[in-house]
Antibody, heavy 118, light 107 residues
C-alpha cells in the first residue's frame, strides 16, 4: 500500500526560508512522479508541480515557477517543497501526491499546514 | 492553461437525495476529467477517472459522465459519509493539471 507521510505544521515569518518533506513507502519511489498541491484557507486545490525522481525532471505550474523548488532524494524516498523567502500569501495546506502514468493523482499525503505571519 | 468551472459552489441536501455537480472546461479535454472527494480536515481521494470510470472500492452510487467540455458527477442516493467537498480536475495532454474551485455538499 502506498503511503505518503508529510512533515509537521510550520509557523514562519515573512522572508524566512522553509523546506517541507514527504516520505514515500509501499512502491518504488523512482517510478512515479510525485508532486505538490496547495490549498489556501477555505479554497480549492491548486496543482503546483511534480518531479520524476528517476531523473529529477521537474515541471511547475506557471504561477509557482520561480516561487518554490520541488526536489527529491531517491536514497530516502522523500520529496521536498522549498521556499527561499516566504510571504504571508503562502499560508496554506500543502499536500504531496503521487501521479500514476496516466497522470491520475492516486495517493495523497496527510497535508502540511504552513502559516506565515509576522 | 485550461480553466475549470464547477457549479454550484455549494449545495444543501438530505440523506437519500440525488445530487448532481457540474464541471465545465475552457477547451475540449476529451474524457480526461477526474473527480476527487475531500472530507473536512482530510486529503482528497480519487473517486472517478476518465470521466466515468469508478475507482476500485468507491461505492456504485457515485457515477460520472460527459466528454469534451461538459462533465457531471452524480451521487444517486446521498449517504451521511458523502457530505464533503468535491473537486474536478483535468489531466489532458500536458501539465499544469488544473482543478475546479470545488463544490461543498452540506446538510
Amino acid at each position: 500500500e502506498v503511503q505518503l507521510v508529510q512533515s509537521g505544521a510550520e509557523v514562519k515569518k515573512p522572508g524566512e526560508s522553509l523546506k517541507i518533506s514527504c516520505k514515500a513507502s509501499g512502491y518504488i519511489f523512482s517510478t512515479y512522479r510525485i508532486g505538490w498541491v496547495r490549498q489556501l484557507p477555505g479554497k480549492g486545490l491548486e496543482w503546483m508541480g511534480f518531479i520524476y525522481p528517476g531523473d529529477s525532471d521537474t515541471t511547475y505550474s506557471p504561477p509557482f515557477q520561480g516561487q518554490v523548488t520541488i526536489s527529491a532524494d531517491e536514497s530516502i524516498s522523500t520529496a521536498f517543497l522549498q521556499w527561499s523567502s516566504l510571504k504571508t500569501s503562502d499560508t496554506a495546506i500543502y499536500f504531496c501526491a503521487t501521479h500514476d502514468p496516466h497522470q491520475l493523482i492516486t495517493s495523497w499525503g496527510q497535508g502540511t499546514l504552513v502559516t506565515v505571519s509576522s | 492553461d485550461i480553466q475549470m468551472t464547477q457549479s454550484p459552489s455549494s449545495l444543501s441536501a438530505s440523506v437519500g437525495d440525488r445530487v448532481t455537480i457540474s464541471c465545465r472546461t475552457s477547451q475540449s479535454i476529451s474524457r480526461y476529467l477526474n473527480w476527487y472527494q475531500q472530507r473536512p480536515g482530510k486529503a482528497p481521494k480519487l473517486l472517478i477517472y476518465a470521466a466515468s470510470s469508478l475507482r476500485s472500492g468507491v461505492p456504485s452510487r457515485f457515477s460520472g459522465s460527459g466528454s469534451g467540455t461538459e462533465f457531471t458527477l452524480t451521487i444517486s442516493s446521498l449517504q451521511p459519509e458523502d457530505f464533503a467537498t468535491y473537486h474536478c480536475q483535468q489531466s489532458y495532454s500536458m501539465p499544469p493539471w488544473t482543478f475546479g474551485q470545488g463544490t461543498k455538499v452540506e446538510i
